[in-house]
């Protein structure tokens, strides 16, 4: 006599799954996506005039960066931790140096006249470089913008920038302007 094949309930399986599941859902972490945190200037409006403005020579200081991920400012080899000091030097120029910008005298609502500085730094680089390199160098140019943002509100306000009021920032923001332009990477024509 043949015995009956006995069935073994899945149902106990399914909420097993179900539970290993949701463990393994609580308890992994996901890896998060850094990007860059940088706020675009506003779109300018449709009405407004474009100038054609010309830049002096002396007010851009050009940052390339190549396939190599060597750094040239300004025409010399700089390491990237001599960046940020060669900026802050460029955009503040305290010597009113010839060969450093020109500084034009800008009334800023709530605070008075102050000598701004017309400094352009030029952010270029090449396909070829490397996205860490890339980020180093940003990094090193946004934190001489930020040292001499929070001399400036040291000096005027006894307080770092961040420490600001609202309207007290746009003082200093206009004051310091941040004026850093990247350039598209340019192509070297190395077949990868």
């Given at each position: 006599m043949?015995?009956?094949?006995?069935?073994?309930?899945?149902?106990?399986?399914?909420?097993?799954?179900?539970?290993l599941l949701i463990f393994f859902l609580m308890v992994t972490t996901m890896d998060i996506e850094a990007g860059l945190q940088r706020r675009l200037p506003p779109m300018p409006d449709e009405n407004q005039k474009v100038d054609d403005i010309k830049i002096?020579?002396?007010?851009?200081?050009?940052?390339?960066?190549?396939?190599?991920?060597?750094?040239?400012?300004?025409?010399?080899?700089?390491?990237?931790?001599?960046l940020k000091d060669k900026a802050k030097e460029f955009l503040a120029n305290p010597a009113?140096?010839?060969?450093?910008?020109?500084?034009?005298?800008?009334?800023?609502e709530g605070f008075g006249s102050f000598a701004v500085s017309k400094g352009v730094i030029s952010l270029?680089?090449?396909?070829?470089t490397s996205y860490k390199t890339y980020i180093e160098v940003q990094n090193e140019l946004v934190k001489a913008v930020n040292e001499l943002r929070d001399e400036f509100s040291l000096t005027n306000f006894g307080r770092v920038y961040s420490a600001l009021d609202e309207d007290k920032q746009r003082i200093v923001r206009e004051a310091i302007p941040q004026n850093i332009s990247e350039a598209e990477p340019k192509d070297t024509g190395r077949n990868r």
């Open positions: 043949a015995r009956p094949v006995q069935e073994i309930n899945a149902g106990s399986m399914a909420d097993i799954a179900f539970l002096n020579r002396r007010n851009i200081l050009v940052v390339r960066i190549n396939d190599a991920d060597r750094l040239f400012a300004g025409g010399q080899l700089l390491d990237v931790s001599q009113n140096d010839e060969n450093l910008p020109e500084r034009e005298d800008k009334v800023i270029q680089n090449t396909r070829g």
